[in-house]
């Protein structure tokens, strides 16, 4: 009753149970979400397909580059965002709890 009230928090093994599924099934079910988005709608499936194409045929070999790197920089930046809002949530809850079991 006390975690449905809000009186208890969960545990710290939940949020890195959490951080580890956003980190890592997240950007592979967002892959897999995009080629069925492909399969069953031949709409999407033809604007992506006409706007890679437009893309590669305007962009040089240098800005292609650029592009790649842009993105998976980009990326990376997510992947250190998400484990420090963890990190955050962690610490936040270590702090609760040792103020909460702290003899005043």
Do not use: C
Request: glycine residues 2%; charged residues 15%.
């Amino acid at each position: 009753m006390d975690f449905l009230t809000f009186k208890s928090f969960i545990s710290i093994e939940v949020l890195i149970t959490f951080y580890y599924l956003g980190a890592i099934i997240l950007p592979f079910g967002t892959w897999l979400l995009m080629i069925w988005l492909f399969q069953k709608y031949e709409l999407v499936n033809l604007a992506y397909k006409q706007g890679k194409e437009t893309l590669l045929k305007t962009l040089n070999k240098r800005q292609k580059r650029n592009l790649i790197i842009f993105f998976l920089t980009s990326f990376l930046f997510m992947e250190l965002f998400w484990r420090m809002l963890f990190e955050f949530l962690i610490a936040y809850m270590q702090i609760r709890d040792a103020l909460l079991h702290s003899p005043m």
